[in-house]
């Protein structure tokens, strides 16, 4: 497997010092933080759509310039062979343990479904054979409901049931295709699953739409015998005026007015979090208080550009939060650290996928490991326990356990007066996350 990146050898931890630009500084994947390794820790991804078919395309430039040799062939069968040949050589050379793909992204479309279908099968076949010959596994499956013409009012949310029964029939595909690759995820992401005008929408309509869909996902899961987690991405907008699956907030209470929490978690997406008008960690922050946190991608956007830029993370803060908050719920697995991420549209060369990669993967190793250390320390932890301590005695445990009524509570105030202020201490609280970064 040598082909597409000749030059480039398996990329290795070189440690801190090192200054070879195709070598990790920071994750060494047999090394141990805590009880687990870091491969253990983050389960890497590479997203095939972006690193392997992404052309560096954007709305001013609609012509490829990414240079990518295995995307060349005149035969759309060929061209789909060479560039699983490319991502698997890629991501053996790496060292990413997981990949994952949209159903249109390994195989193109045919004129019919039944055509499509059977070019499906053929490439996952072929994918089938490298990953067990690299040994490189797939995290999550899903399918592309968004890009096709068919698509334009929405897949699920579609007025037309026409279009709904396509998407069903391409998620049914894709999820069997997901179990045929030992997926550990499957995820829905509503790519046009909004609206653009309320004046030819019925909301409430395609809401229940929507969860009709997701209820049929549940019931082929449940039919095929796939054991992995349904995961719901959430994002605000773009290019649809709004996405039903805004933030993390919203779609879990979606899922529980439709009575479907049981069955999926979410994958939450930084640079979603940010256009929604959230941080990455507030949106990871409020899946893993439900219990829901499943899966991640980790691509961050720009705080000065308003749209899905899909920037490979290098930010340390915001990895070492949302490690806090992964290593506090035990863990992402059967989920991953996925970089739904692209190279600029200058960063053109095969190369630069490794550098993008090896940075994105640092990055999170760094905040991995300052990320354990704070919790190890206790650093911030104590001080959260002590800001509630009232909470576990007297008055306090007594609101917690149910047991406390109004007129209880008032006859509180009256003997115990004005409450004691407490500083929440933001800026120590910085300053010590700033000490292990
Ligand atoms: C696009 C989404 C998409 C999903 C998978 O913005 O991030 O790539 O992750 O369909
Ligand atoms: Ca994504
Ligand atoms: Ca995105």
């Given at each position: 497997?040598?082909?597409?990146?000749?030059?480039?050898?398996?990329?290795?931890?070189?440690?801190?010092?090192?200054?070879?630009?195709?070598?990790?500084?920071?994750?060494?994947?047999?090394?141990?933080?805590?009880?687990?390794?870091?491969?253990?820790?983050?389960?890497?991804?590479?997203?095939?759509?972006?690193?392997?078919?992404?052309?560096?395309?954007?709305?001013?430039?609609?012509?490829?310039?990414?240079?990518?040799?295995?995307?060349?062939?005149?035969?759309?069968?060929?061209?789909?062979?060479?560039?699983?040949?490319?991502?698997?050589?890629?991501?053996?050379?790496?060292?990413?343990?997981?990949?994952?793909?949209?159903?249109?992204?390994?195989?193109?479309?045919?004129?019919?479904?039944?055509?499509?279908?059977?070019?499906?099968?053929?490439?996952?076949?072929?994918?089938?054979?490298?990953?067990?010959?690299?040994?490189?596994?797939?995290?999550?499956?899903?399918?592309?409901?968004?890009?096709?013409?068919?698509?334009?009012?929405?897949?699920?949310?579609?007025?037309?049931?026409?279009?709904?029964?396509?998407?069903?029939?391409?998620?049914?595909?894709?999820?069997?295709?997901?179990?045929?690759?030992?997926?550990?995820?499957?995820?829905?992401?509503?790519?046009?699953?909004?609206?653009?005008?309320?004046?030819?929408?019925?909301?409430?309509?395609?809401?229940?739409?929507?969860?009709?869909?997701l209820h049929l996902a549940v019931d082929?899961?449940?039919?095929?015998?796939?054991?992995?987690?349904?995961?719901?991405?959430?994002?605000?907008?773009?290019?649809?005026?709004?996405?039903?699956?805004?933030?993390?907030?919203?779609?879990?209470?979606?899922?529980?007015?439709?009575?479907?929490?049981?069955?999926?978690?979410?994958?939450?997406?930084?640079?979603?979090?940010?256009?929604?008008?959230?941080?990455?960690?507030?949106?990871?922050?409020?899946?893993?208080?439900?219990?829901?946190?499943?899966?991640?991608?980790?691509?961050?956007?720009?705080?000065?550009?308003?749209?899905?830029?899909?920037?490979?993370?290098?930010?340390?803060?915001?990895?070492?939060?949302?490690?806090?908050?992964?290593?506090?719920?035990?863990?992402?697995?059967?989920?991953?650290?996925?970089?739904?991420?692209?190279?600029?549209?200058?960063?053109?060369?095969?190369?630069?996928?490794?550098?993008?990669?090896?940075?994105?993967?640092?990055?999170?190793?760094?905040?991995?490991?300052?990320?354990?250390?704070?919790?190890?320390?206790?650093?911030?932890?104590?001080?959260?326990?002590?800001?509630?301590?009232?909470?576990?005695?007297?008055?306090?445990?007594?609101?917690?356990?149910?047991?406390?009524?109004?007129?209880?509570?008032?006859?509180?105030?009256?003997?115990?007066?004005?409450?004691?202020?407490?500083?929440?201490?933001?800026?120590?609280?910085?300053n010590v996350i700033n000490s292990y970064i």
């Amino acid at each position: 497997m040598n082909k597409f990146f000749k030059g480039i050898k398996k990329i290795k931890y070189e440690g801190p010092d090192s200054k070879n630009p195709l070598a990790f500084k920071h994750y060494n994947p047999r090394a141990k933080v805590g009880k687990k390794t870091m491969q253990e820790h983050l389960r890497f991804s590479v997203a095939y759509w972006h690193s392997f078919k992404g052309g560096g395309t954007d709305p001013f430039g609609p012509n490829p310039v990414y240079d990518r040799p295995w995307d060349q062939a005149s035969d759309p069968m060929q061209r789909a062979e060479d560039t699983m040949h490319a991502a698997f050589e890629f991501i053996s050379k790496l060292g990413a343990p997981f990949y994952c793909w949209h159903d249109r992204d390994i195989s193109p479309e045919a004129d019919t479904l039944r055509e499509t279908n059977k070019r499906l099968d053929k490439i996952v076949a072929l994918a089938g054979k490298l990953q067990k010959d690299t040994g490189v596994k797939l995290l999550w499956g899903t399918s592309n409901c968004f890009s096709h013409e068919r698509f334009t009012h929405g897949a699920g949310t579609n007025p037309d049931a026409h279009v709904f029964a396509w998407a069903a029939a391409q998620i049914k595909k894709a999820m069997e295709c997901t179990l045929e690759l030992k997926g550990q995820n499957y995820v829905f992401w509503g790519g046009r699953e909004g609206y653009s005008s309320l004046l030819n929408t019925n909301m409430a309509h395609e809401q229940d739409q929507m969860a009709r869909l997701l209820h049929l996902a549940v019931d082929h899961k449940k039919k095929i015998g796939f054991k992995g987690t349904l995961l719901v991405e959430p994002k605000p907008k773009e290019p649809t005026k709004h996405q039903y699956d805004y933030d993390a907030a919203t779609v879990l209470s979606f899922l529980r007015k439709y009575d479907l929490l049981d069955e999926f978690k979410l994958n939450i997406e930084a640079n979603h979090a940010t256009l929604a008008g959230h941080t990455f960690e507030h949106d990871l922050q409020v899946a893993s208080a439900d219990g829901k946190l499943g899966s991640i991608d980790a691509n961050r956007g720009d705080y000065l550009l308003g749209w899905d830029t899909d920037q490979f993370p290098t930010d340390l803060y915001s990895a070492t939060y949302a490690m806090l908050v992964i290593l506090k719920q035990g863990g992402i697995g059967p989920g991953g650290i996925n970089f739904d991420a692209k190279v600029r549209r200058g960063s053109f060369d095969p190369v630069d996928l490794f550098h993008a990669h090896i940075g994105g993967m640092d990055s999170f190793a760094r905040g991995l490991k300052s990320a354990q250390k704070i919790i190890d320390d206790g650093a911030i932890d104590g001080f959260i326990k002590e800001r509630y301590a009232s909470y576990r005695r007297g008055i306090g445990k007594k609101v917690m356990s149910g047991k406390a009524t109004f007129a209880e509570l008032e006859r509180y105030v009256h003997q115990n007066g004005e409450p004691e202020k407490m500083s929440g201490r933001e800026e120590m609280l910085e300053n010590v996350i700033n000490s292990y970064i």
